[in-house]
């Protein structure tokens, strides 16, 4: 840091103060060669994260891409407005914690199609449809068949009476006790 007067490198920080919400330290420096006090505002970088993609290719990680990618598949879903760009936060808070500089693609993937999962089936479905990992159509039909599984396992669980899906196996579903 050279002192805009002099030219000096040696300065010192007399004061210093976070501003508010913008992750930027405002600091009061003194020249130690002609006095001469100035200004700073030192912005906090976040530690860069790589994305690393199955061709190998890297690119930096983009939140704001990732949230677009999970309001596509939450499209008309009764989801919050702010759902996909807090599961994108969520993800990224997540990667961060790992404390790594480089993630694989996969695994971006896979932590949109669980927040996903939790958030809206269909959604889920959706953005699983469209998602690499899938590798044809059997697949996602088996995908399909879990969630319709686990989804009767719940209506049982909580003894209520789902519209009938066709089929047949409605007539199987007795109240537990
Ligand atoms: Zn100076």
Known sequence: MRCPSCGERDTRVVDSRD???????????????CTTRFTTYERIESARLAVVKSDGRREEFDREKLASGLAKALTRRPVASDAADKAAEQI????????VSEVPSGDIGQMAMDKLRELDQIAYIRFASVYQSFEGLEQLRQEV????????????????????????????????R
């Open 19 to 33: 501003l508010d919400e913008s992750a930027t330290i405002r600091r009061r420096r003194e020249c130690n060669l």
């Open 92 to 99: 990224e808070a997540a990667l961060r914690s790992r404390g």
């Open 145 to 176: 068949d879990s969630l319709l599984a686990e989804r009767e396992e719940v209506e049982r669980e909580v003894d209520i009476e789902a519209p009938r899906r066709g089929g047949g196996s409605a007539g199987k579903r007795y109240p537990k």
